[in-house]
């Protein structure tokens, strides 16, 4: 059987360890993440929400998922 | 009557209060506020999603963005680099052009700071963003905004969420004059008369959050924004009498017994 590997990643400035096969659609679903109402950075790049399936996550990525909140 | 609405890079709004989305004690009470000023515009800021905790209530889930426009703000960005990275994450949200970009220049009394501010306000409108621009209440800056392609000139009144209302009449006045863009007055109301007077001047349009959030009653203040942006605005398209030093009396003189 294959072994699967573990990276580690930074998802909003914590680090967490994940598979290294999922693609980064597959992991935002994992995390339950409403994609329509979000904006993803990959090592302060911007993603296009429609290319997520194409983008496989290596170790020491770096992504910030922010969304609207409250503000003046 | 003619229908009496704010326009913004091409856009019409049935209100010409803007109301800020932050310092409310819980959502529910930051949307039933909204829905009392009337605001068809709120400012948002862009933040980290919670990923641990994902019950905590999302702004969307109470402010419908197809009902309002919701406009994304650059609030606590003090550089060039961090404003331009938050709206273009905002705008892959969900499309937002229309922003306010807001470039602080000192913690302490929240300036804009104006260098880096004219240097963004070129960037974004380059990458086809419709700038409002958040800025001191300085003529020549103003017009140096409108120059390199400000969609609207945002004044400040006084420090953001000072309360102090408009401290300088003279400047706002001469940017009026000056410029047909929508000129709104951005940060440091801190009463219903405070927009009165805004709207007295000429402004296009006032910007409320701390004012009404952190009112003693902020639903009743909300309304009272609501009211006092509606009641200045048509006094100044009704136009003010001129002042005199003497009296003139209102009942007529003649037949006096």
């Known amino acids: 059987m294959k072994k699967i590997k573990k990276i580690k990643i930074k998802i909003n400035g914590k680090l967490s360890t994940i598979n290294d096969s999922l693609s980064l659609l597959e992991y935002l679903k994992k ?16 993603i296009d929400k429609n290319k997520l399936s194409k983008i496989k996550l290596k170790n020491n990525d770096k992504m910030e998922i922010v969304h609207f909140i409250g503000g003046g | 009557m003619k229908k009496d609405q704010l326009k913004i890079a091409k ?17 529910s009470e930051c949307a039933k506020a909204i829905n009392l000023s009337g605001a068809k ?22 402010i419908d963005p197809k009902k309002i426009t919701y406009l994304p703000n650059t609030a606590g960005c003090f550089n060039s680099i961090e404003a331009l990275r938050t709206l273009r994450l905002a705008r892959e949200i ?27 306000t070129e960037v974004l409108t380059k990458e ?37 209302g408009i401290q300088n009449i003279t ?3 001469i940017i009026r004059s000056q410029t047909k863009l929508p000129l709104i007055i951005d940060a440091g109301l801190g009463q219903a ?16 959050n701390t004012a009404i959030a952190k009112a003693k009653k902020p639903f009743e203040m ?12 048509q006094s100044f398209l009704a136009g003010r009498i001129e002042k005199t030093l003497y009296g003139s009396p209102s009942s007529p003189t003649k037949g006096i017994i």
């Not at chain 1, 329509?36 to 790049?45: D, G, P, S, T, Y």
């Not at chain 2, 909300?222 to 605005?233: D, Q, S």
């Open chain 1, 31 to 46: 995390l339950k993440i409403p994609l329509k109402k979000v904006a993803i950075e990959l090592n302060q790049e911007i």
């Open chain 2, 11 to 27: 856009k019409k709004f049935d209100s010409r209060l803007i109301v800020g989305t932050g310092k409310y004690r819980s959502m």
């Open chain 2, 41 to 62: 515009i709120v400012t948002v800021a862009v933040r980290r999603v919670n990923i641990t905790d994902k019950k905590k209530p999302i702004l969307m889930d109470y």
């Open chain 2, 94 to 120: 969900g499309g937002w052009k229309l922003v306010k970009l807001e470039v602080l220049g000192d913690k302490k009394n929240l300036f804009p700071d104006m260098i880096e501010t004219l240097k963004s």
């Open chain 2, 128 to 164: 086809g963003f419709e700038v409002m621009v958040y800025c001191n209440d300085d003529p020549l800056m103003a017009k140096r905004l409108e120059n390199v392609g400000a969609c609207a000139i945002m004044p400040l009144a006084a420090p953001i969420g000072s309360g102090l």
């Open chain 2, 171 to 173: 400047n706002i006045k």
């Open chain 2, 193 to 208: 008369s405070d927009a009165v007077i805004s709207m007295e001047l000429g402004c296009d349009g006032v910007l409320a």
């Open chain 2, 222 to 233: 909300a309304l009272a924004f609501k009211n006092a942006v509606i009641a200045g605005r």
